[in-house]
């Protein structure tokens, strides 16, 4: 008797133990096409402002809106999560620096990447708030590029954002 139950107990576990892993692969796999899909969205022009105190503002914004807590101060980046040989999330480099985002970002980038939450590559960005800075309008969020592009350069090896790095 004690046999039999043993042995339902054992099937009932390695069939939940099945599902599970079942589920975690059509997760997985669901969560990576999704990772990998591109978004082809139109961007509205905003002007960047150049004066000195559009950018003093700009700075101010990018202090309330928390860009430089994670961004860091000098915007230069940081590795901010990791799970070694799994997954990796930098926080990317906004610099105009070898490996930085502003070396290659066109203004209408800054725009989808900030408003729309859409990185240089089409693909959506998982960890950036863009449903919160949605709500700046074209002249904060002007301010706020125009600082950004007017910080010194940094190289930092924060390279791309994203779930792109899958493995690395
Ligand atoms: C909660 C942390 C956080 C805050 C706050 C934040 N960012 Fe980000 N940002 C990230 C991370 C992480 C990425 C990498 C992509 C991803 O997974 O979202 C990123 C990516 C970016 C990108 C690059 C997109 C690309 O093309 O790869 C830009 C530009 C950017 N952030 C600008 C800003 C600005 C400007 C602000 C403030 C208005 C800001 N971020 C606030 C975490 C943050």
Redesign the pocket.
């Given at each position: 008797m004690l046999k039999k139950v043993l042995k339902w107990i054992g099937i009932i576990l390695g069939g939940l133990i099945g599902l599970l892993v079942l589920a975690f692969i059509v997760l997985y796999f669901v969560g990576s096409s999704k990772a990998n899909k591109t978004h082809d969205i139109p961007v509205e022009t905003v002007s960047i402002p150049a004066d000195a105190e559009a950018i003093q503002r700009g700075e101010h914004l990018?202090t309330i809106?928390?860009?430089t807590?994670?961004?860091t101060k000098n915007l230069g980046g940081e590795l901010?999560f990791a799970v070694p040989g799994m997954l990796s999330?930098?926080?990317?480099n906004?610099t105009s620096g070898v490996g930085g985002?502003g070396s290659f970002?066109t203004d209408e980038?800054?725009v989808r990447?900030?408003r729309h939450g859409v990185?240089?590559?089409g693909r959506a960005?998982?960890?950036?708030?863009s449903n919160v800075?949605h709500s700046l309008n074209d002249e904060d969020l002007g301010a706020?590029i125009a600082y950004?592009k007017s910080v010194p350069p940094l190289t930092t090896s924060c390279r791309?954002?994203?779930?792109s790095s899958w493995g690395g």
């Open positions: 990018a809106y928390i860009c807590s994670c961004h901010s999330i930098p926080t990317p906004l985002i970002y980038d800054w990447a900030i990185g240089h590559d960005l998982f960890i950036m708030p800075f706020v950004i791309k954002g994203g779930l």
